[in-house]
């Protein structure tokens, strides 16, 4: 028993130093990003319509020109639980857009304007075009990245997230990326083509500090009218705007799921009770019973 | 408990010439309604009944997912994506089959554990036992092979990490491997035949399952006082509805705790770089399997020799097909064995340690003392994988000969009711042997 015991000593002593072991910084040293507060987090969280809208804007007017969306149609834009555009706005939309067709008759491709059920055109025809364009980078397309970015949680906070459902990690991490960007610190060089970022894992980026397109050195708007419903045109709520449209893209049945799981769990917790009664009362035939 | 016959009684004309041709209702009443059950089961006891649910569940889940589903490297995660999308409730049929699998390996999990707590695994149970560890293994392939099919970075390098692995057998490692891939890298043909793959072994462990429902039927289940039945009428409680019912309890129960998942945190147990579409060119930063593999994920990487890792791996699983031999206890059940629970619950915690030195970098460092590196996470996994190890092939043997065990209960009906009273169950009986 004494040997037994010691090695279940040493064993959890072992375990207490590997938590403790665990790097204040993410891989590459990053830092972990700050925690945001979003309307579609918990088990009852829906999108905000506007926000989805003007997140929107922004992914065209913005990220667009690099960024595909290649997994989206435009009718995705009018479903329900997304940002909420009418089927008319969806159509003027895509008129807007050109799209490869064919062949015709004549055995020839020909471009058309873009109907709701096309996807979205990508923005380079191939990644080699992507990469002659972006200096030797490609850029990723958004479909699913709000999924596909994330930060180490550690122990034991992954454990919590469990019950607290945390899963925004990766929407806090583009946001923070987008508000990331600085001059580096004393004694970093960052090559050509780079930029410092000091939430991206090893701090440099090939990607240039997008918000320029919307804001001055000052972190004044170029247009203060750049959003219509009144929202004030800040750095900090353009880049969240955009994540929450990117989670969306990501995610466009997130409502849909989580409100079937608020009847589903109802039901089976309803069950359980029920089943529950009934054992207790077919065991208690059993003498004895416990 | 060998055997019981059959307390089946056909009631119509029809039953009984059915009976007659193909006593297919009489099995069923045999093996669900009146077969009997130990009445001092636990809760760890449901989850066989569990297991079966996780595994119909993800056979008609995967049934649905292959109709929309592309198995080729330039549409696969395409198509996943088009399922999430586009199919009504493909984003449930996705996420119940994605999370199911780990569901699946948190009840497999809790199951083995309790085997070996209560020493199921002991005669005449053992072909019992070996089946299991049959399925676990057929479990292990299909999770590994399904993982690969959305083809994102995980996907790719996971595939890439784990077939590598076969290129440790000496002399013919390579050769396998070209094999294994259909080519000379991962590629198209290998995902072609995974899927195929993917698509075969379920129904394998289905027949496996059978298998071992059928062995455990006729040695009877083992119970928390390893005290084998001896009087039918106090020891048993018949199959339905006692049995039932509490393991439509315990599923119902269980089935919260996957809607969890599913519906409020369905990417939780998954890596978020498998949302990248695979990419020959760029491995990830960290490859890291399921966590269902961790543990023996964490034994390869312990031996720095490539075809060591490859081996104390695949002995790591293949050493609990010997349990039965090398538990040399005459007592079953841990309840009774003070020292065997030190050693079960060591046990238990290096096998989760293990799972975490398999999710960290080799390199990382577990315990330094004065900024010098005391221990790595290499180091920390061969310490552990020797426990592992040591737990099987010392443990079991030494313990059931130098430990001294606590009294056993005369009977199952005596450790529910005490020595004194083991009085006849009211109501209906378990299946008697015919007088």
Redesign the interface.
Known sequence: MTTSSRFLLAALALSGFAALAQPALAAGGAEKPPRQSWSFSGPFGTFDRAQLQRGFKVYREVCASCHGLEKLSFRNLSQPGGPGFTDGQVRTLATEYKVMDGPNEAGEMFERPARPSDRFPKPFPNAEAAKAANNGAVPPDFSVIAKARTYERGFPFYLFDIVTQYQEQGVDYITALLLGYEEPPKGVTVEAGLHWNRYFPGNKIAMGNPLVAVFDDAGKPHDPGFYTDGTPVTREQVSRDVTAFLMWAAEPKMEERKQTGAKVMLWLILLAGLLYLTKKRIWSRLEGAH | MAEHHSSYVPKTGFERWLDARLPIVRLMHDSAVSYPVP?NLNYFWTFGGILMFMLVSQIVTGIVLVMHYTPHVDHAF?SV?HI??DVNYG??MR?MHSNGASMFFIAVYIHIFRGMYYGSYKAPREVLWILGVVIFLLMMATAFLGYVLPWGQMSFWGATVITNLFSAIPVVGETIVVWLWGGYSVDNPTLNRFFSLHYLLPFMIFGVVILHVWALHHVGQNNPSGVEVKNYKKDT?PFT??AT??D??AM??F??FF??F???????LGH??N??PADPLKTP??IVPEWYFLPFYGILRAIPDKLGGVVAMFASIAILAFLPWLDTSKVRSGKYR??FK??F??FV??SV?LG?TGS?PTD?????IGGRTV?DMVF?AQ??TA?YFAYFLI?LPLLGLIEKPKALPASIADS??GPA?S??????HAAPPKH
């Open positions: 009445r395409q994506e999430m999308r984003w449930l996420y409680v509805p006692y019912v509490k439509l309890f119902v129960c089935m919260i809607a969890w599913v519906f409020y945190h369905p990417n939780f978020a770089d949302y990248i930063a960290h003070p020292w030190f050693a619950w060591t915690l290096v340690l975490y960290q990382k460092v577990v315990l330094a221990m920390f310490i552990l426990i443990m529910v009711l009273g009085g006849h169950i009211a109501g209906a």
